[in-house]
């Protein structure tokens, strides 16, 4: 949980944000296919850029919930762990589950996404341990109905929290603050197979217990390719674009995360994805078992699902890394003449339905995609200053 305990990991100077201009040489790892910086076309005063969002979206959002987990400690402390019991009816935890459940029937195409802990034992009334650790592979009842969840709501989506939540050196929730390199991997395989056994599906997302990292758990979390989600008070957060940040041992490591800076419509003005974040429980203050907070829910999806401008993509995080894998895969050149913007594709095998450009003119007026000299179905959008082409099937 989020004890508002923020601090930041000493020991990663050396870490960078990576922009598309980055000279590889003297890299130890190989890097990973980053999205290029925009082109800009001579003669006509516009720049071209390959948008990270798909299907001319200019931003993306989701809402997410830490620590759903097979505990229930009763009614303030449940997180989750009564969804597999039948409710009574009015009981919190069944409230909070209608919630959710009604809010992805409302809105399908909306992501909800909760990190998830493999064997939790973290107990927030105490800061210590629970009696006992809740390992998915055991509580097949639950399993069995967030599966039913998964398989009715594909906007339903689970990350991960890591394998118990608590931190045995310090007693507290930063569970790999606790941990050495080699603890740090054991203990992430078991995170690992304690979900394979759940029989669950999961993001590659990662959000760490008590929002803690270490040198080791990046380095571990980007050899793995896990998709790091931090916050603005975290060392490794690089703005509200998701991409790639270097470790301290040159591991590359996607990252997306929660801003505590900006709002949603300045980080959708910035073209980044914005995060709804929560919690499941109390003592944080965003925890879902608070009315107010499923209500700014609610408005914030009511706001911003029929949004045109700006138009939003509602993405979990499998779904930002992929679609900026999709777009970073694809080379092209851009130049302009007359009026029009032309977007010859050098690699016409790797595009695909959504991939979008944006182009910034307050000349241009017409924009095509080539492969091979031949004009591939392409959605053209325009408001003032700005042209956006989208790929269709
Ligand atoms: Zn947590």
């Given amino acids: 949980m989020d004890r508002r305990t923020f601090v930041r990991t000493t020991g990663l100077g050396a870490l960078g944000v990576v922009t598309g201009c980055l000279d590889p040489e003297g890299v ?53 762990g009564s969804w597999a019991d039948p409710q009574p009816a009015g009981s919190l935890g069944g409230v ?14 909306i992501r909800f996404s909760f990190n998830t802990i493999a064997a939790m034992r ?6 210590g341990t629970l009696d006992q650790a809740y390992a998915l592979p055991l509580m097949s009842d639950w399993t069995a109905r967030l599966r039913d969840i998964q398989g009715s709501h594909p906007g339903f989506v689970l990350g991960w929290h890591g394998y118990s939540h608590y931190d045995p050196v310090h ?59 931090d916050s603005s008070s975290m060392s490794t957060f690089a703005g509200v674009r998701p991409g790639y940040i270097r470790t301290a041992g040159g591991n590359w490591l996607f990252r997306m995360g929660v801003t505590f800076q900006l709002t ?45 401008e700006p138009q939003i993509a509602w993405l979990s995080a499998d779904e930002v890394f992929r679609a900026y894998s999709d777009a970073a895969a694809i080379q092209w050149v851009g130049s302009f003449s007359g009026r029009k913007v032309t977007i010859d594709l050098l690699n016409a095998r790797a595009i695909k339905p959504g991939i979008t450009w944006i182009i910034n003119s307050n000349n241009a007026n017409d924009v095509e ?22 790929v269709i099937d």
Wanted: with cysteine; hydrophobic share 35%; net charge neutral.
């Fill in 28 to 80: 130890g790892q190989e890097p990973p296919r980053l999205l290029p910086a925009p082109q800009s076309l001579s003669g006509g005063g516009a720049t071209v850029a390959i948008s990270q969002w798909p299907n001319s979206a200019d931003a993306a959002a989701f809402i997410s919930a830490d620590d759903l987990c097979p505990v229930n400690l009763g009614p303030d402390y449940d997180f989750g």
């Fill in 96 to 109: 909070v589950e209608s919630f959710v459940l009604d809010l992805l029937n409302a809105y399908p195409g």
């Fill in 122 to 127: 973290f107990d927030p009334r105490t800061n």
């Fill in 171 to 229: 007693q507290g929730p930063g569970e790999f603050f606790g941990y050495d390199a080699s603890r740090t991997s054991a203990v992430l395989n078991k995170m690992e197979d304690a979900g394979r056994r759940s029989g669950l599906s999961f993001t590659r997302a990662f959000r760490p217990p008590g929002w803690r990292t270490t040198g080791a758990l990046l380095e571990d979390l980007a050899t793995r390719g896990y998709l790091l989600q």
């Fill in 264 to 308: 949603a419509a300045d980080t959708f003005a910035q073209g980044g994805w914005f995060e709804a974040h929560h919690h499941m429980t109390l003592p944080n203050a965003n925890t879902l078992t608070d009315p107010a907070n499923r209500d700014r829910i609610k408005r914030f999806v009511q706001r911003w699902y029929p949004s045109t």
């Fill in 369 to 390: 995609v080539l492969a091979g000299g031949v004009k591939i179905k392409s959605a053209v959008t325009q408001r003032p200053g700005v042209l956006k082409v989208s």
